[in-house]
C-alpha cells in the first residue's frame, strides 16, 4: 500500500523549498505541476456536460488540482484539466463547482440492498419481501444522494437482484452501479437455516461438491462475486475459488478462527469481511499477516458496523431523527424504522450481543495492525445492518479511517481508485481520468480538512446524468410511493 505524507504539509515544504532553492523556470514547472498543467487533455470540439471550477481531487492520491474543470460527452469522461487549460465547447450543460471539491463517485465495497435499518431483521424480511425491488431503489437513493454511485452487494436474493440488475441495465431504473454475490454460501445445520433469518438467501452445502454446486448457480444467476459465509471449511472454499477464478470472478466471505483463515486463504479466499471478535478476532498473528501479504489478500474491515450504535447513543437524535433518511424514504417505512429504534436493545439481539466498546476497540487495533503491515485494505460498511444507515455509512467508514490513522488523502483514493481496482472496474471507475465513466460527484467542503464535509454533497453525477443538485435530469429510484422526484434529494 502506498504511504503518503500529508499533502498540506508536503505542499508548503514544496514552497518553502522552491522559495529558498529554486530558479524561476523550476517555480513555473512546479506551478505548471501543481494546476494540472501538466498532463493535460487535448481540447474536445464536444461535451455535454463540464463541471467548472473547485479543487479536484482525482482518486490517485495525486495532488489535488486547483480551479479544475472536467468535459463529459455522455456518459464518459473526455478531459480533465483547469479553466485555463480547458475551454467549455458551446452547447454543454455546466455545473458551477467553484469554492468546492470535485472527487470520482464513492464505492463501497460491502453493502446489503435489502436493508435500510431496521433494527429488527426478522421482522424486516417477513414484512418487507414482497416489496423488496422497492427497498432496492430506497438503498439506491439512500446511496447516491450521500455521494455512493457504486456498491458490492453481498447477500441478497438472486431472483429478486437479478430483476433489479436488469432494470438498472436497462435504464428503466436510475441506481448505484451495482455487482453483487446474489446470496450467501453457507455450512450451516438444516435446523438453523430454517429459522435464520436469510435462509431464504443462502445455498447451505455439507461438502465440497455440493460447494462446488452452489458456485455454479451462482454464477449462472449472474453472480460477479461469491460469498462465502459462515461455516465453510477448506476443501469447500476451494471448490467455490477454482470454479469463481475460472470465469475471472473472485471470493469473498468470513473466517471463524486462525486455522479457518489460514485454511481459506490457502484454498483461494480472496477477500475477508469485516475485523472484530466475531470475524477475524483478535491480535492477528504474525502467520496470518504473511499469509495475506503473500497471497495478496484484500481485507474489507467495515469498521463502521461497530460503532453505528456507540454513535447512537453519544449523538441519538442524529440517527433516530435523520432527516436524510426521512427526506429519502417513503414515510410509512421511515415511520416502522423509527419505530424500530426505540428498541435499540434488539441490535445486540440481532447480532448475538457481538456489537459493543470492545468489539469496536477489537477492531481498531486489528485495522491498525493490518495497515500498518501493508495488508490491502477496502473501504465498506455493511451497510445497511441496524442504524447503520446507508446515507452514512461510507463517509462514518471514510471518517474512522481518518481517526485511525491514516491520512485523508490516502482513504480517499481506497474509496475510489482502490475500490475500483479490487471490483475488477479499475478500468471503468474510480478516478477522474478521461476515458472512464463519468461518476462524479462535487462537495461543499474540504475532505482533505475534515473527512465529514462529505455529509454536504451537493452534486452527483453518475454515468454522465446529474442525478443530485442543480439542474439534475435523472431521479433515482421508481418506486411510486417515492417522495422525492426532483432529484434533488438531500
Ligand atoms: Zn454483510
Not at 456489537?355 to 460498511?381: C, M, N, P
Not at 462535487?442 to 451537493?458: E, F, I, S, T
Request: glycine share 10%.
Amino acid at each position: 500500500m502506498t504511504r503518503l505524507t500529508n499533502p498540506r504539509m508536503a505542499g508548503l515544504l514544496v514552497a518553502l523549498v522552491a522559495g529558498v532553492l529554486l530558479t524561476p523556470r523550476h517555480m513555473a514547472a512546479q506551478q505548471e505541476r501543481r494546476y494540472g498543467g501538466g498532463d493535460k487533455d487535448p481540447q474536445p470540439t464536444k461535451a455535454t456536460l463540464a463541471i467548472v471550477g473547485g479543487m479536484l481531487i482525482d482518486g490517485t492520491a495525486g495532488t489535488p488540482v486547483s480551479h479544475s474543470l472536467i468535459l463529459i460527452d455522455g456518459n464518459k469522461i473526455v478531459a480533465v484539466g483547469t479553466k485555463d487549460t480547458l475551454k467549455v465547447p458551446p452547447g454543454a450543460k455546466t455545473v458551477d463547482a467553484g469554492g468546492m471539491t470535485v472527487m470520482p463517485g464513492l464505492i463501497d465495497a460491502h453493502v446489503h440492498m435489502d436493508t435500510i435499518g431496521h433494527t429488527d431483521y426478522q421482522y424486516w424480511h417477513q414484512t418487507y419481501r414482497g416489496r423488496i425491488q422497492e427497498i432496492y431503489a430506497i438503498s439506491s437513493r439512500h446511496m447516491l444522494f450521500s455521494g455512493v454511485t457504486t456498491a458490492l452487494d453481498l447477500g441478497g436474493k438472486m431472483e429478486d437482484l437479478a430483476g433489479y440488475k436488469k432494470k438498472l441495465q436497462s435504464g428503466a431504473e436510475v441506481g448505484v452501479r451495482l455487482k453483487s454475490t446474489m446470496g450467501f454460501i453457507t455450512d450451516l445445520s438444516e435446523s438453523y437455516v430454517a429459522t435464520w433469518h436469510r435462509g431464504y438467501q443462502t445455498i447451505n452445502v455439507h461438502n465440497a461438491e455440493d460447494a462446488r454446486g452452489a458456485a455454479l448457480k451462482y454464477i449462472a444467476s449472474g453472480a460477479e462475486v461469491l460469498k462465502a459465509y459462515t461455516g465453510l471449511n477448506g476443501p469447500e472454499v476451494k471448490a467455490i475459488a477454482d470454479e469463481a477464478h475460472a470465469k475471472g470472478l473472485w471470493v469473498t466471505g468470513h473466517v471463524e478462527g486462525i486455522q479457518n483463515t489460514i485454511d481459506r486463504l490457502n484454498a483461494g479466499q480472496d477477500a475477508i469481511e469485516h475485523t472484530g471478535g466475531y470475524a477475524l478476532g483478535g491480535k492477528v498473528p504474525d502467520e496470518v499477516i504473511k499469509l495475506m501479504l503473500t497471497r495478496r489478500t484484500w481485507v474489507c474491515p467495515t469498521l463502521v458496523t461497530n460503532g453505528a450504535q456507540i454513535d447512537a447513543v453519544e449523538w441519538p437524535e442524529f440517527w433516530t431523527d435523520s432527516q436524510r433518511m426521512k427526506a429519502n424514504t417513503p414515510p410509512e417505512i421511515w415511520a416502522d424504522i423509527r419505530r424500530s429504534l426505540d428498541y435499540p436493545n434488539r441490535v445486540l439481539t440481532n447480532f448475538g450481543g457481538f456489537v459493543h466498546w470492545r468489539s469496536a476497540d477489537e477492531s481498531k487495533e486489528i485495522f491498525q495492525q493490518l495497515y500498518h503491515a501493508g495488508v490491502r485494505l477496502l473501504v465498506g460498511t455493511d451497510a445497511s445492518t441496524p442504524l447503520n444507515f446507508k446515507t452514512d455509512a461510507l463517509i462514518r467508514e471514510m471518517d474512522l479511517m481518518v481517526r485511525y490513522g491514516v491520512p485523508p488523502m490516502e482513504v480517499i483514493s481506497m474509496a475510489t481508485r482502490v475500490n475500483a481496482e479490487y471490483m475488477k472496474m479499475g478500468s471503468q471507475i474510480g478516478t477522474v481520468t478521461a476515458g472512464k465513466l463519468a461518476d462524479i460527484i462535487v462537495v461543499d467542503g474540504n475532505p482533505l480538512q475534515d473527512m465529514r464535509d462529505l455529509r454536504h454533497v451537493a452534486v452527483v453525477i453518475k454515468d454522465g446524468k446529474v442525478v443530485k443538485g442543480a439542474a439534475a435530469d435523472a431521479a433515482p429510484g421508481s418506486s411510486p410511493t417515492s417522495p422525492t422526484k426532483s432529484g434533488d434529494g438531500r
